[in-house]
């Protein structure tokens, strides 16, 4: 299974005037786990997959907004 949330750590100099974030997370789009479009792929009903703006499930990805 993958994930699109990555995580990385920053380089955190010895002279850095700014406080540190220890970790940074940024997310990819599903579409780079795909590499064609399978034949009989499940399907989100009609009025959900506008809802969701996907007609397939793999290739749903929310947003999460920052808080």
């Known amino acids: ?10 380089f955190i100099g010895p ?3 700014c406080p540190p974030i220890r970790v ?3 997310q990819t789009p599903p579409q780079l786990y795909i590499p064609f479009q ?3 792929l499940p399907q989100f009903h009609l009025s959900e997959a506008l ?3 996907t007609l397939w499930p793999a290739l749903y990805s929310p947003y999460e907004g920052r808080p």
């Open 1 to 10: 299974m993958f994930t699109q949330v990555k995580t990385y750590y920053p």
């Open 15 to 17: 002279h850095d005037p």
């Open 24 to 26: 940074k997370t940024y």
């Open 38 to 40: 399978q034949p009989n």
């Open 51 to 53: 809802k969701r703006g």
